[in-house]
């Protein structure tokens, strides 16, 4: 059994595993290259193997830099299963199809203000691809393992989002496991992830693997922000990723509007793909923590504004309030639309939740700019700019150590991948000097004999 790297190594997106044997070959993951430009060129590249050829593709969870590519991989050639936990499948038809809308419109938003190289700007796939990828869909639940070609595949509960999943794959007497993105063992919302079963082969990410999360009560941060905001007369902007960070802060502002730690605001949930993936995650409640109570409270607290007018309709508004939008990077969305209305006033704040890839606007910001290029146009940042710690659906570098523990044998090669070049190498060299075991950080494109 081989196996090759051809995404997610040597950086923090564009998830993709190739294992090969006998013949047989299956991907693993099939996510889109993210954050900066030389990154995300890699999207447009021809696939590197026959897609054709491939087996089947296995998805960890449906976050687009795991699932993203796989409308692109139907255009390439590819024709066969497509394998993900139920809560996944679901998702995954609400991302795909909002990302395909927004390469859409920003083609369309290029080709009609000419700021694109290419004449004309085209998507990388359309809402066509992405209704036709779906009907590759299979679903199977949690511990249930199944069979493509010589492969016996298992989903094991991973934390990080609904339906986020570790892969475990069996083949000519050898185990291999996919970490998958790990949720924390004491998320707010998310369960905490399965114990890993005993494995040969490993491949873990290291989002946080040079990291750890700050001890701040996220409830307190987030608290403090709106209420100082809220004093000078001024607008809160939340970027959030549409699958979990919203509910999250939806749950969390709910929680502090009932306890009156914060002014009674209006909240407002300004991203259909969100609303949707809230509606999904009361289907799912048994895999989440939050009461059927917590649920509706969190959904009562909050104005769900979907269409395009309710949207715009908001940056006319001037009074207090809160306003969750996608992307959580600020790397397309509504959001985009909002700092350009309210970015520039030093009474709004715009509060970065969650990990920024470099190269996003969101890492911008925290660096420091104040000024980002939005639709083809510098837009200044007047507005504060705050951070709320302790909402990572990552667990950091001690959570993945106290996830690998307590396995019953040392694996025989740990793969390292999913981060940031220096992520990644520090937690290769936590896994070789703490635990003792072998670890190497993959290169793209790099293929190891597993034997």
């Known amino acids: ?7 997610a190594a040597g950086t923090v997106t564009g998830s993709r595993y190739l294992l090969t044997h006998e013949g047989h070959s299956l991907l693993v993951d099939c996510g889109l290259f993210q954050g900066v430009k030389n990154i995300r060129s890699r999207n447009w590249k021809p696939f590197p193997v026959d897609a054709a050829g491939l087996s089947a593709v296995v998805l960890t969870h449906a976050h687009l830099d795991h699932s993203g590519y796989l409308p692109r991989l139907m255009r390439e050639g590819f024709d066969g299963p497509v394998w993900a936990t139920s809560a996944t499948r679901e998702l995954v038809d609400i991302l795909l199809e909002d990302s395909a809308h927004l390469q859409e419109e920003d083609a369309r938003h290029a080709n009609k203000y000419g700021y694109s190289k290419h004449h004309p700007a085209e998507p990388l796939y359309t809402a066509d ?8 869909l299979r679903s199977t639940g949690f511990g249930e393992p199944f069979s493509i070609g010589p492969y016996r595949v298992t989903f094991q509960r991973a934390g990080h ?17 996919f970490s998958g993105d790990l949720g924390r063992p004491d998320d707010p919302v998310m369960h905490a992830p399965e114990p890993l079963p005993d494995t040969d082969w490993l491949v ?15 409830f307190a941060t987030l608290a403090d922000i709106v ?6 007369g001024g607008t809160v902007l939340l970027p959030s990723f549409a699958v979990g ?8 502002l709910a ?3 009932d306890e009156r730690r914060i002014p009674d605001l209006p909240v407002f949930l300004d991203s259909p793909m969100a609303i949707d993936v809230t509606g999904v995650f009361r289907q799912y409640r048994h895999e989440h923590r939050l009461s059927q109570q917590a649920c509706d409270r969190m959904r009562d607290a909050v104005t769900f504004t979907r269409k395009p007018e309710e949207s715009e309709a908001l940056a006319g508004n001037r009074y207090p309030k809160v306003i969750i939008a996608g992307a959580g990077m600020l790397n397309g969305g509504r959001i985009l639309h909002h700092l350009l209305a309210f970015g520039a006033d030093p009474r709004n704040t715009v509060v970065i939740a969650g990990y920024q890839a470099e190269g996003t606007r969101g890492d911008a910001l925290l660096r420091g700019t104040r000024s980002l290029r939005i639709f083809g146009r510098d837009a200044p940042i007047g507005c504060e700019v705050a951070k709320v710690d302790g909402l990572s659906a ?4 001690r959570e993945i150590l106290g996830w690998l523990r307590p396995v019953g044998r040392a694996p025989r090669r740990v793969f390292v991948t999913h981060g940031e070049a220096t992520a990644a190498d520090s937690l290769r060299q936590k896994l070789e000097h703490e635990l003792g075991w072998s670890a190497v950080v993959p290169e793209q494109d790099e293929t190891y004999v597993l034997d």
């Open 1 to 7: 059994m081989k196996i090759r790297f051809l995404g």
């Open 129 to 136: 691809d992405v209704r036709h990828a779906m009907k590759h």
């Open 161 to 177: 989002i609904l339906g986020a999943a570790s892969v475990c794959i069996e083949c000519a007497g050898q185990r291999i496991t």
């Open 204 to 218: 873990v990410e290291s989002t946080y693997g040079d990291r750890l999360h700050p001890e701040h009560d996220p």
């Open 227 to 232: 209420s100082r905001t809220a004093a000078r």
């Open 245 to 252: 960070r919203a509910q999250t802060l939806m749950h969390l």
């Open 255 to 257: 929680t502090l509007i």
């Open 394 to 397: 990552h667990a950091d570098y």
